[in-house]
């Protein structure tokens, strides 16, 4: 299979022939990397075979970014938000946000100006020829973007927005959606002009270490109909529906379910997020990503991390719906030979013996002729998109198709795996 064969399958609750990989090394993590042993040439994402490839755009107010100081431990920056934030120099951390540049409604209103649709956000130049070869590659390729409470971080002080969104839901609202339109905007412009995806990944961290962060009335208040508009248009263009949610979070799954979530990552394991159990109780309706414990992978006993994979793996696989991911990210203290042996035990433990038995099953009914094709239906473009109204003599033209671009020079890549290509 490939691996947006594979992933899809998952996602749609399928036996694939494996389980997918996917995960989320620190640029520190990657470093160290280097040192021990990783080629220098070579990204983890190469080394290790992730399968799936992500592309955005900028929905930021794209204010300029200056440096402000600078250490030998951090430095300290603007921010296209407006704001200022603090980050170790080598980025082995999340940034720490130290002012932020909503203080009043009225400075909300100057930011939601800067919130308009433009070509300009996207990296044409090489995002889609990027795009381009991922697909050739056989790649998950996916549309992501930070919103909710996750985008709002940057503009609002923690306590000032956790106390908006009891006081005042309506405005919080109101700057979510303002953030997922934009989204639904960027992602149709960049699909309209060549770009083509799989799934859409929308980043919010809704939780910490004991629960949730906002009650889930205050979910339904502030961000349920902003999630619907994501899901829905993501839905509309056949694409699959991923959301990144650090802490635990469990009490929003029905909740995400009904507004139209396909897969929930990363389940972090610190946080009190369990696999096992949102498996057996949600995996007939939500797919999952992530949960094996990364503390592990870091433990000079090698038998806890595969007892880890081993015994998760068994569970979250069943009847597909299960792409292996770490609980959150690698950081630095996890070494190269110690991720090694972690993507060495889930390709073993992540096969599914029953995917073998369907080719043979299939070979042995004769196959029926093909019925004749209908033809294709037309997509209804997605409301929100909709301009206003114009004589029906102004609609545009269907624009021919561009011949495929050259593909980039071919590069001698290197698989983990030792395979030069898998069968589909």
């Known amino acids: 299979m490939t691996s947006r064969e594979r992933v899809l399958a998952a996602l749609n609750h399928q036996i694939p022939d494996r389980v997918p990989i996917q995960d989320s090394p620190w640029a520190a993590t990657v470093k160290r990397w280097h040192r021990e042993g990783l080629p220098e040439d070579i990204s983890p994402a190469e080394y290790f075979g992730y399968e799936m490839v992500g592309f955005g755009a900028d929905i930021t107010p794209r204010f300029p970014v200056r440096v402000l100081e600078k250490t030998e431990e951090y430095i300290v920056t603007t921010t296209p938000m407006g704001g200022k934030r603090r980050n170790h120099l080598d980025y082995s951390t999340t940034p720490e946000i130290i002012d932020w540049p909503i203080k009043s409604k009225e400075d909300w209103q100057e930011i939601k100006k800067r919130l308009k649709p433009d070509f300009t956000r996207v990296d044409w130049a090489s995002g889609l020829p990027r795009n381009e070869q991922a697909r050739q590659e056989g790649k998950f390729t996916f549309f992501s973007a930070a919103c909710g409470y996750d985008g709002l971080q940057a503009y609002l002080k923690s306590e000032q927005l956790l106390m908006a969104m009891v006081d005042d839901p309506g405005w919080v609202k109101e700057m979510i959606m303002t953030m997922a339109e934009l989204i639904v905007v960027m992602a149709e412009l960049m699909i309209t002009n060549g770009f083509v995806f799989d799934g859409g990944w ?75 159990s949102l498996k057996e109780k949600y995996g007939d309706r939500l797919a999952f990503m992530g949960g094996i414990d990364v503390r592990l992978m870091a433990d000079p006993d090698p038998a806890k991390i595969e007892e880890e994979i081993k015994t998760k793996f068994e569970i979250a696989k069943k009847n597909g719906g299960y792409i292996y991911h770490s609980d959150h990210s690698i950081p630095k203290n996890v070494g190269f030979q110690q991720y090694c042996r972690v993507m060495e035990l889930v390709k073993k433990y992540g096969v599914y013996p029953e995917y073998q038995e369907k080719p043979a099953a299939e070979a042995a009914v004769p196959a029926a002729a093909p019925p004749p094709a209908a033809p294709a239906a037309k997509t209804a473009r997605f409301s929100l998109l909709k301009k206003k109204p114009q004589p029906e003599a102004k609609t545009p033209e269907p624009v021919a198709e561009k011949p495929p671009a050259s593909p980039p020079p071919a590069r001698k890549s290197f698989s983990f795996f030792k395979k030069k290509g898998e069968p589909k």
């Open 202 to 276: 929308i980043y919010n961290d809704m939780g910490y270490r004991n629960g949730l962060l906002f009650s889930p009335d205050t979910y339904l208040k502030t961000h349920y109909d902003a999630d619907r508009l994501l899901y829905g248009y993501f839905h509309s263009k056949g694409m699959k529906t991923i959301l990144h949610s650090c802490g635990n979070v469990t009490e929003l799954v029905p909740m995400l379910i009904e507004a139209g979530l396909d897969c929930l990552q990363p389940l972090e394991v610190k946080a009190g997020m369990d696999l096992v």
